[in-house]
């Protein structure tokens, strides 16, 4: 199994980035996928998840009305839209794969991905 994530990079606030994970050697749309992030010195938190269809979608307040997770079964990818970015959204992203939104949300993952970094400068 693997979670290749992808589409991080440098960028100024107020501006955005998309962020990819692409699945392989699983049933993707048997997951519920999210993203997590981690900033330096701090622990790794929680930002979105999305269920096995696409029909239901969950953020923590940190990334509402900014952040916009989608999926697309097809090609067995994930999307994490980010607008509006301010410089403590800079942190490493993971994407992970769980059995259900309880699972994700207690960080009892079945896969993860290997990170790929956000930079927000001021």
């Known amino acids: 199994v693997q979670l290749q994530a992808s589409g991080g990079g440098l960028v100024q606030a107020g501006g955005s980035l998309r962020l990819s994970c692409a699945a392989s050697?699983?049933?993707?749309?048997?997951?519920?996928m999210g993203w997590f992030r981690q900033a330096p010195g701090k622990e790794r938190e929680f930002v979105a998840r999305?269920?096995?269809?696409?029909?239901?979608?969950y953020y923590a307040d940190s990334g509402k009305g900014r952040f916009t997770i989608s999926r697309d079964n097809a090609k067995n990818t994930v999307y994490l839209q980010m607008n509006s970015l301010k410089p403590e959204d800079t942190a490493v992203y993971y994407c992970?794969?769980?059995?259900?939104?309880?699972?994700?949300?207690?960080?009892?993952?079945?896969?993860w991905g290997q990170g790929t970094q956000v930079t927000v400068s001021s």
């Open positions: 992970a794969a769980g059995a259900s939104t309880a699972h994700l949300l207690r960080y009892e993952v079945d896969y």
């Open positions: 050697g699983l049933s993707f749309s048997s997951y519920v």
């Open positions: 999305i269920t096995w269809s696409g029909g239901s979608t």
